[in-house]
Every structure is written in C-alpha cells, then in structure tokens.
C-alpha cells in the first residue's frame, strides 16, 4: 500500500515536471486556463481537459488564487487577463460561481471580479444574488448560456466598471 501512494505520488510530480515545462506561465507568460490564475495555472498552464480540475484543485488547496489576485503574483496579475478571461473562468468554475452567486459572496465573486477589471467584488457579489434566477437558469443550462448572461449583466451595469469584460 505505501510503495502505491509513493508511486501515485511520484507519476502526480513527474506530470507536474512536465506540465511545468511546457507552460507559457512558468516562464513569466501569463496564461492560464479554466481554473484561473494561481500556483495551479503556474504549474499546468492554459493545458485544455481534465487537467485544469488538478490546476483549480492546486489552485484552492494552497489558497494561490486569492492571495495571487490580492497581491498581483502566481499569473494573476492583470496583464494575464484578456476579454475572454472572464468568460473562461464562468465555465471552468460554474458550479461554486453558482453557489457563490447565491449566497451573494465568496472566492470565486472575487475572482471574477478580479479577472473581469470590476471596481468592488461585493457590489457584483450583490447583483449576481439579486438576478441569480436569469443568470443561472438551472443545472442543465449549458455553461456557455451561463457565461453570456453574467457578462451580459457586468457589461450592463456600469456601476459595477468592469473593464476586462469584451
């Protein structure tokens, strides 16, 4: 059972090594895929599948993305989000955006907020709540539809002066 973990443990660093090599992100190209910026998008870059759920996982496990989004650093600096981010970011992480959105707060509020150039997280976290019903129309509504409506609405509200939104 231990010489398992310790080979599961090795084949997860030795995909990271490769990962690494190969990311834009891990040599100052800000580029990160549907988990968003953080330690995850430095390791696994903008890769397409289910390597961005080991990204995200990366990404809440160490809190990267928060402090990254804060402070400017782990590729979550402005310069790596582009009009398309935001739209990006909605479908990777819709389902904890959806329970975010109504509660009316929470890391991936944030987030958004961040990558979408918003003036205050709380006043976006405060409009989501208040149009959840429009804006997430149920479980099986595709991602897509879930991305127009939410930049719909912080291209729509200019009190929120989102200006990372396309």
């Given at each position: 059972m231990r010489g398992a973990?310790?080979?599961?443990?090795?084949?997860?660093?030795?995909?990271?090594?490769?990962a690494r090599a190969q990311n834009p992100a891990a040599h100052g190209q800000s580029t990160y895929g549907a988990a968003g910026c953080g330690?995850?998008?430095?390791?696994?870059?903008?890769?397409?599948?289910m390597i961005q759920v080991l990204a995200s996982t990366t990404n809440g496990t160490v809190g990267s993305q928060?402090?990254?989004?804060?402070?400017?650093?782990s590729n979550?600096?402005?310069a790596g989000f582009s009009s398309s981010a935001a739209k990006t970011f909605i479908?990777?992480?819709?389902?904890a955006l959806a329970k975010d959105?109504?509660?009316?707060?929470?890391?991936?509020?944030?987030?958004?907020?961040s990558v979408a150039g918003c003036k205050d997280a709380k006043a976006v976290g405060a409009v989501l709540q208040?149009?959840?019903?429009?804006?997430?129309?149920?479980?099986?509504?595709?991602?897509?539809?879930?991305?127009?409506?939410?930049?719909?609405?912080?291209?729509?509200?200019?009190?929120?002066?989102?200006?990372?939104?396309?």
């Open positions: 973990r310790f080979g599961l443990f090795l084949a997860v660093m030795l995909g990271a090594t490769m330690l995850g998008s430095m390791i696994f870059g903008d890769q397409k599948g928060t402090f990254g989004i804060t402070s400017g650093t979550c600096g402005e479908e990777g992480n819709r389902e959105a109504a509660r009316g707060s929470g890391e991936t509020i944030t987030t958004l907020a208040k149009r959840f019903t429009q804006l997430f129309p149920g479980e099986k509504a595709p991602a897509t539809e879930v991305s127009q409506n939410v930049i719909k609405e912080l291209r729509g509200d200019s009190s929120l002066a989102c200006r990372n939104i396309g």
